[in-house]
């Protein structure tokens, strides 16, 4: 049985921050080692200085130290390491959990994202490469 978003999904980033910020689900931004040697690099900071001023551990992994409610890269409510922004962040919205349901999607996802619904429609195709992406990453 196909996907209820067979036919794509319209979705563009409006650059208004909110999926940068605190709404309940939607609190860790977890960081691979390549992130944090690519966002290091951006901020001309070593790995390790950069991990002690912005990262933390939980449970194994690597997360940024939020400044809650919001990330702590974001400026007026623009990304500002938006070059090398994190897989989980470059991935948006399309995570699998996402998009377990059209219901999940319009209502848990919709009203803290003014991009969905807007843009240009991603195909199924883009949608699952996305949502492999983040996972492979995630779970690597």
């Known amino acids: 049985m196909p996907p209820w978003y067979k036919d794509g999904l319209r979705f563009g980033c409006t650059g208004c921050g909110a999926c940068c910020s605190d709404h309940d689900d939607h609190v ?8 944090v040697e690519a966002i290091s690099r951006y901020l001309e900071l070593s790995p390790s200085a ?23 890269f974001l400026r007026s409510n623009r990304c500002v390491i938006y070059p090398v922004r994190p897989k989980q962040c470059s991935t948006w919205p399309f ?20 991009g969905i619904g807007r843009g240009e429609r991603h195909s199924l195709e883009e949608i699952l490469k996305s949502a492999q992406e983040r996972e492979q990453w995630y779970f690597s």
Not at 50 to 56: A, G, M, T, V
Not at 95 to 114: K, M, Q
């Open 28 to 35: 860790y931004v977890y960081l691979t080692r390549t992130d």
């Open 50 to 72: 950069f991990f002690e001023q912005y990262c933390r551990r939980d449970d194994g992994l690597i997360v940024l130290k939020n400044q809650q409610p919001q990330c702590v």
């Open 95 to 114: 995570w699998t959990e996402n998009l377990n349901s059209d219901t999940f999607w319009h209502r848990r996802i919709a009203p803290h994202c003014p």
